[in-house]
């Protein structure tokens, strides 16, 4: 087994490469006719935001969910706890 005694550093670029890069791709794009391909498609008309009602009520279904799972998953270990206390219960009668 090796052990690795340096840790990895992460790759650094300088701002000069990453503007060098960004250039370049935007002149790809520029001219194969493509600038749209460029646009932000985030906040593009093509995938309109959701409402801020619709979003938490998104939001809320989903911790619903979530709360209803957790719920049937402690009621199942309380069910078990309850045929074990009773289990219990009748293993101590018997022995007395």
């Given amino acids: 087994m090796t052990i690795w005694r340096r840790s990895r550093k992460r790759r650094t670029f300088s701002a000069e490469y990453k503007l060098r890069i960004d250039v370049i791709e935007w002149r790809k794009v520029r ?3 493509a ?10 008309a ?6 801020s009602e619709q979003a938490e ?17 402690r009621d199942a ?4 706890m ?3 206390n009773a289990l219990l219960g009748l293993l101590s009668e018997s022995a007395d």
């Avoid at 093509?46 to 409402?51: D, E, I, L, M, T």
């Fill in 57 to 73: 009520l998104e939001r809320l279904r989903k911790k619903v969910a979530r709360l209803e799972k957790d719920l049937a998953r």
């Fill in 82 to 84: 309850g045929k074990a």
């Fill in 31 to 33: 001219e194969a006719d």
């Fill in 46 to 51: 093509v995938r309109p935001k959701k409402a």
């Fill in 77 to 80: 270990a309380l069910e078990v």
């Fill in 35 to 44: 600038l749209d391909a460029l646009a932000d498609r985030r906040t593009s």
